[in-house]
């Protein structure tokens, strides 16, 4: 035998890994076809963030789409999967402006063209990081067609869009309050911004009228800015504030005069139920001061300072020393009622933390209601499906009720906008390319935006700007529209709805047919992971510790549909000893194959090897159902259970004999199994399949390009597998009556069985020999009643039953002691989950397949129980 065939003594995957993915990158193995006339498919990776790293959320979000896209191409399909980062504006701003305040510099010191060099060269440096660690995950990206949101092709679309838009209407200009991060200086998206409950306090503060007695006292936590109010508002439905409606107030402080409105936005139940309006700093109170035509007085700037128009005695001030001293002032003037401690939701710069200030600045909008309404039309007539199904409703939800997109952000590390203004008559010009003068006052003094486009707007175009749209491209015709999109929940709403309503309007067709929505990787308590709580588990260190497989496996095994991932160290232990299980198997294989080379000949045929092959074709068959409902957790389980319980733990065992008796059948057909098996795995496993399986006798290329079996008619064998499961059936319950009565597996026992039937009967003899071997038994006697002179331990197995002769002495009274308290042990157990079952919030909250669980767990409990009960009586006989 070639030493070719031979495995090691142990499976080490780091130069296994390393070497498979260097040699698919050689070969080109993930390079599709591109033109080509085979059925194709196509999916694009969401771009991670370049200053990212690999996070189990990666690990997660990568896995399971490659498990499809190795699935389908081993299947035949011309699969691409396109690889690429995103610039990720505001997350390279903060790293370099860090670095750059380490250094004693500012980006406003280093001035525009500095910092974009500086983010260049740290992009050149450092942005490779991420896309060497998704390599490490085995994933099978084209890296050919790698792509980068701010390639120059690429910012190219990203401006020709902006410009478009532009032109039909849909992009606008306007003076707006947005959310603002004093701290980044830039516009912040909602997404950027997470809202955290804070202890504050709620002040009380008395407004004079400006004719007569009495005045009206307003609530607010943020009294420093009534310096900018310029009205106050109560709901026209109260009555309380009947007289004061139409009135003119005192603004305290400040001294301006301002108008009693009525709006029904206005909280009754409110502090007073009368409200400070300040339309420059507040978001409702920007929509009020809209409509009623009021003043917007900025009294906070950008930077989170007071302005002029804040009053000489506030101006120049920090907000919250502005608080401090507008309270102060208050007091001494006698017109601060009360304060009260208040607890509320107060939104924060993801990044830095900081407060978000409202700000009041001209910024760019995408008008949103004419894209989401095709976007909407296309996912109710299910041209994209989403996964689970239920996403659709949060996303219906959100697409009815969409705002504006404010797209511009005072970064200069992005796309800068294409608009320039005439410094002479104000005239904007948007246009792919600088103006040279102005087509209205032909003035040749012309100023570009100073902002870039936030960095979804870029991402929004991934799928078909990486295929080289606008152009009609071999791969826009072969790839376009993509069919699986695979990404987190929480961006369905940033990118994934505005990749479909930018898909639609550029290129009249849907960007991909099905959305599926993974889970959140938890830690084992369902926390989740977090710095801070020291409960994150890193994708490195776990495949520099198990081995990528047993980590692609595990996140596989962890995926139910619409559920979050409980992950623990010890389930991924647990996968690689499976995958350890596989390498020591195949060894076994590898070592018996001389001699097998003739192929199968169907009349010798062992009924194990019948069995293997039928239910190789049915495991075939259940692994392409889960993997079309992308149910990855019950297709790992299903080839999980396939390879070490019925293949290592039956096959290799039933075959033991016949290979030392050198059948060739047997062994053609173990060679067979294990090249099937290999096929089956190795979108989850890929790495330590393709290395096994090129030691395989007559194996060339790459597994990655191998053939997916498919589920062969003429291989099931209902009778083979009925026989073997009664051969199973026998044998476990056999032994599990030799454990529970603490019978030695060296012990040789008498075994009776009662049969159900003739028909049943029959199928002994061809198991005969292998019950005898498995269960180490000296005689095997069949009857159709028990003989009531022999005291046997009993046992059920399907119909039948079981017997062992107490002939061979067991302790009678310890084990009467030990089946009582393993009794009560049952019991307890089987109540606890009676009184869960029994719940109904359980019922109601819990996935069905959670429950189905608890129910087998119970069926299988009682059995047990039944069958303890059942040795007591015959020992108390
Ligand atoms: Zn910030
Ligand atoms: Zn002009």
Same mark, same amino acid.
């Given at each position: 035998?070639?030493?070719?065939?031979?495995?090691?003594?142990?499976?080490?995957?780091?130069?296994?890994?390393?070497?498979?993915?260097?040699?698919?990158?050689?070969?080109?193995?993930?390079?599709?076809?591109?033109?080509?006339?085979?059925?194709?498919?196509?999916?694009?990776?969401?771009?991670?963030?370049?200053?990212?790293?690999?996070?189990?959320?990666?690990?997660?979000?990568?896995?399971?789409?490659?498990?499809?896209?190795?699935?389908?191409?081993?299947?035949?399909?011309?699969?691409?999967?396109?690889?690429?980062?995103?610039?990720?504006?505001?997350?390279?701003?903060?790293?370099?402006?860090?670095?750059?305040?380490?250094?004693?510099?500012?980006?406003?010191? $280093?001035?525009?063209?500095?910092?974009?060099?500086?983010?260049?060269?740290?992009?050149?440096?450092?942005?490779?990081?991420?896309?060497?660690?998704?390599?490490?995950?085995? /994933?099978?990206?084209?890296?050919?067609?790698?792509?980068?949101?701010?390639?120059?092709?690429?910012?190219?679309?990203? +401006?020709?869009?902006?410009?478009?838009?532009?032109?039909?209407?849909?992009?606008?200009?306007?003076?707006?309050?947005?959310?603002?991060?004093? *701290?980044?200086?830039?516009?912040?998206?909602?997404?950027?911004?997470?809202?955290?409950?804070?202890?504050?306090?709620?002040?009380?503060?008395?407004?004079?009228?400006?004719?007569?007695?009495?005045?009206?006292?307003?609530?607010?936590?943020?009294?420093?800015?009534?310096?900018?109010?310029?009205?106050?508002?109560?709901?026209?439905?109260?009555?309380?504030?009947?007289?004061?409606?139409?009135?003119?107030?005192? $603004?305290?402080?400040?001294? *301006?005069?301002?108008? &009693?409105?009525?709006?029904?936005?206005?909280?009754?139940?409110?502090?007073?139920?009368?409200?400070?309006?300040?339309?420059?700093?507040?978001?409702?109170?920007?929509?009020?001061?809209?409509?009623?035509?009021?003043?917007?007085?900025?009294?906070?700037?950008?930077?989170?300072? !007071? !302005?002029?128009?804040?009053?000489?005695?506030?101006?120049?001030?920090?907000?919250?020393? =502005?608080?401090?001293?507008?309270?102060?002032?208050?007091?001494?003037?006698?017109?601060?009622?009360?304060?009260?401690?208040?607890? %509320?939701?107060?939104?924060?710069?993801?990044?830095?933390?900081?407060?978000?200030?409202?700000?009041?600045?001209?910024?760019?909008?995408?008008?949103?209601?004419?894209? =989401?309404?095709?976007?909407?039309?296309?996912?109710?007539?299910?041209?994209?499906?989403?996964?689970?199904?239920?996403?659709?409703?949060?996303?219906?939800?959100?697409? %009815?009720?969409?705002?504006?997109?404010?797209?511009?952000?005072?970064?200069?590390?992005?796309?800068?906008?294409?608009?320039?203004?005439?410094?002479?008559?104000?005239?904007?010009?948007?246009?792919?390319?600088?103006?040279?003068?102005?087509?209205?006052? =032909?003035?040749?003094? $012309?100023? +570009?935006? #100073?902002?870039?486009?936030?960095?979804?707007?870029?991402?929004?175009?991934?799928?078909?700007?990486?295929?080289?749209?606008?152009?009609?491209?071999?791969?826009?015709?072969?790839?376009?529209?993509?069919?699986?999109?695979?990404?987190?929940?929480?961006?369905?709403?940033?990118? &994934?709805?505005?990749?479909?309503?930018?898909?639609?309007?550029?290129?009249?067709?849907?960007?991909?047919?099905?959305?599926?929505?993974?889970?959140?990787?938890?830690?084992?308590?369902?926390?989740?992971?977090?710095?801070?709580?020291?409960?994150?588990?890193?994708?490195?260190?776990?495949?520099?510790?198990?081995?990528?497989?047993?980590?692609?496996?595990?996140?596989?095994?962890?995926? @139910?549909?619409?559920?979050?991932?409980?992950?623990?160290?010890?389930?991924?232990?647990?996968?690689?000893?499976?995958?350890?299980?596989?390498?020591?198997?195949?060894?076994?294989?590898?070592?018996?194959?001389?001699?097998?080379?003739?192929?199968?000949?169907?009349?010798?045929?062992?009924?194990?090897?019948?069995?293997?092959?039928?239910?190789?074709?049915?495991? !075939?068959?259940?692994?392409?159902?889960?993997?079309? +409902?992308?149910?990855?957790?019950?297709?790992?389980?299903?080839?999980?259970?396939?390879?070490?319980?019925?293949?290592?733990?039956?096959?290799?065992?039933?075959?033991?004999?016949?290979?030392?008796?050198?059948?060739?059948?047997?062994?053609?057909?173990?060679?067979?199994?294990?090249?099937?098996?290999?096929?089956?795995?190795?979108?989850?496993?890929?790495?330590?399949? #393709?290395?096994?399986?090129?030691? $395989?006798?007559?194996?060339?290329?790459?597994?990655?390009?191998?053939?997916?079996?498919?589920?062969?008619?003429?291989?099931?064998?209902? %009778?083979?597998?009925?026989?073997?499961?009664?051969?199973?059936?026998?044998?476990?319950?056999?032994?599990?009556?030799?454990?529970?009565?603490?019978?030695?597996?060296?012990?040789?026992?008498?075994?009776?069985?009662? !049969?159900?039937? #003739?028909?049943?009967?029959?199928?002994?003899?061809?198991?005969?020999?292998? @019950?005898?071997?498995?269960?180490?038994?000296?005689?095997?006697?069949?009857?159709?009643?028990?003989?009531?002179?022999?005291?046997?331990?009993?046992?059920?197995?399907?119909?039948?039953?079981?017997?062992?002769?107490?002939?061979? /002495?067991?302790?009678?009274?310890?084990?009467?002691?030990?089946?009582?308290?393993?009794?009560?042990?049952?019991?307890?157990?089987?109540?606890?989950?009676?009184?869960?079952?029994?719940?109904?919030?359980?019922?109601?909250?819990?996935?069905?397949?959670?429950?189905?669980?608890?129910?087998?767990?119970?069926?299988?409990?009682?059995?047990?129980?039944?069958?303890?009960?059942?040795?007591?009586?015959?020992?108390?006989?």
């Amino acid at each position: 035998m070639s030493t070719e065939t031979r495995l090691g003594k142990s499976y080490d995957p780091k130069p296994v890994e390393e070497k498979w993915a260097r040699f698919w990158m050689e070969q080109r193995t993930f390079t599709p076809e591109a033109p080509s006339e085979k059925p194709k498919f196509s999916l694009v990776l969401p771009p991670p963030n370049v200053t990212g790293s690999l996070h189990m959320g990666h690990a997660l979000c990568f896995t399971l789409p490659d498990i499809i896209a190795r699935w389908k191409r081993m299947k035949g399909l011309n699969v691409l999967w396109l690889p690429g980062t995103d610039h990720a504006s505001i997350a390279v701003h903060n790293v370099i402006e860090q670095s750059l305040r380490e250094k004693g510099l500012s980006r406003e010191k $280093l001035g525009r063209e500095e910092f974009l060099k500086v983010a260049w060269e740290w992009k050149r440096k450092y942005g490779g990081i991420i896309t060497d660690q998704l390599k490490k995950l085995g /994933a099978s990206l084209d890296w050919t067609r790698e792509r980068f949101t701010m390639d120059e092709r690429y910012s190219w679309v990203v +401006q020709y869009v902006f410009v478009s838009l532009y032109k039909d209407g849909l992009i606008y200009r306007d003076y707006y309050l947005v959310n603002r991060c004093p *701290r980044c200086s830039t516009v912040l998206s909602d997404i950027e911004i997470e809202h955290r409950e804070l202890k504050g306090k709620l002040y009380y503060i008395r407004y004079p009228l400006a004719e007569g007695d009495g005045g009206i006292v307003v609530a607010t936590t943020r009294p420093e800015t009534m310096l900018g109010d310029t009205a106050v508002a109560v709901h026209p439905d109260d009555l309380r504030y009947r007289e004061f409606r139409g009135r003119t107030l005192v $603004l305290p402080l400040v001294g *301006r005069r301002i108008p &009693v409105i009525t709006d029904e936005r206005v909280e009754k139940e409110f502090g007073t139920g009368a409200v400070k309006v300040t339309p420059a700093h507040d978001p409702v109170d920007f929509e009020l001061g809209r409509q009623h035509r009021l003043d917007q007085v900025i009294v906070i700037d950008g930077s989170g300072r !007071t !302005t002029e128009a804040a009053g000489a005695e506030f101006n120049g001030l920090d907000r919250f020393e =502005a608080r401090i001293k507008v309270v102060d002032k208050l007091r001494q003037l006698g017109l601060l009622v009360k304060v009260e401690d208040y607890q %509320h939701m107060v939104g924060h710069c993801s990044r830095c933390k900081t407060i978000i200030e409202p700000h009041l600045s001209w910024q760019w909008f995408v008008k949103m209601a004419p894209l =989401a309404r095709e976007a909407i039309r296309v996912v109710e007539e299910g041209q994209i499906e989403f996964i689970p199904a239920n996403w659709a409703k949060s996303y219906f939800e959100w697409m %009815h009720n969409i705002h504006d997109w404010c797209i511009s952000r005072q970064l200069w590390w992005g796309h800068r906008i294409p608009a320039w203004y005439c410094q002479a008559c104000n005239e904007i010009v948007v246009a792919l390319q600088a103006p040279e003068v102005c087509p209205r006052c =032909a003035g040749t003094e $012309l100023r +570009q935006d #100073e902002d870039v486009l936030d960095t979804w707007f870029s991402s929004a175009l991934w799928p078909f700007a990486t295929m080289g749209w606008p152009e009609e491209t071999i791969d826009l015709k072969t790839f376009y529209p993509t069919d699986l999109m695979a990404t987190a929940f929480d961006i369905i709403f940033f990118w &994934v709805a505005r990749m479909i309503m930018m898909g639609l309007k550029f290129t009249g067709r849907i960007p991909f047919r099905q959305v599926f929505i993974n889970g959140l990787v938890r830690d084992f308590r369902r926390r989740k992971m977090s710095k801070s709580e020291g409960n994150v588990i890193d994708p490195l260190e776990m495949i520099e510790k198990y081995g990528t497989d047993a980590l692609r496996f595990t996140m596989a095994a962890l995926a @139910i549909p619409g559920m979050d991932l409980s992950l623990s160290e010890e389930r991924m232990a647990g996968y690689r000893a499976f995958v350890n299980k596989i390498w020591n198997a195949s060894r076994f294989v590898l070592m018996n194959l001389e001699g097998g080379e003739g192929g199968i000949r169907k009349g010798e045929l062992t009924l194990a090897d019948r069995w293997i092959l039928s239910r190789l074709s049915r495991i !075939t068959a259940e692994l392409e159902t889960a993997l079309e +409902q992308y149910k990855f957790y019950e297709a790992a389980e299903k080839i999980y259970h396939f390879v070490w319980h019925e293949f290592c733990d039956w096959y290799i065992e039933l075959a033991k004999p016949d290979l030392k008796a050198g059948k060739a059948t047997t062994k053609a057909v173990l060679a067979l199994a294990l090249d099937r098996i290999l096929r089956l795995l190795h979108p989850f496993m890929p790495f330590i399949t #393709e290395e096994i399986w090129h030691h $395989l006798p007559g194996n060339e290329g790459s597994l990655a390009r191998a053939a997916f079996p498919v589920s062969e008619e003429a291989d099931l064998d209902p %009778h083979a597998e009925e026989e073997m499961r009664l051969l199973q059936d026998l044998v476990v319950e056999i032994r599990t009556i030799r454990a529970e009565n603490r019978i030695s597996p060296r012990q040789k026992v008498e075994v009776w069985l009662k !049969t159900p039937g #003739e028909r049943e009967r029959a199928l002994i003899p061809e198991i005969r020999d292998s @019950i005898l071997t498995l269960a180490n038994v000296s005689a095997l006697k069949v009857e159709a009643v028990f003989p009531p002179d022999v005291q046997m331990l009993k046992g059920v197995a399907g119909a039948w039953e079981v017997g062992i002769s107490l002939a061979e /002495a067991v302790d009678l009274k310890s084990e009467q002691a030990r089946l009582e308290k393993e009794i009560r042990k049952v019991t307890a157990e089987i109540e606890k989950l009676e009184r869960r079952l029994e719940k109904n919030e359980f019922l109601m909250r819990a996935p069905r397949e959670v429950i189905a669980r608890a129910k087998s767990e119970l069926l299988e409990l009682r059995e047990n129980k039944a069958k303890l009960e059942k040795s007591l009586d015959e020992i108390r006989r």
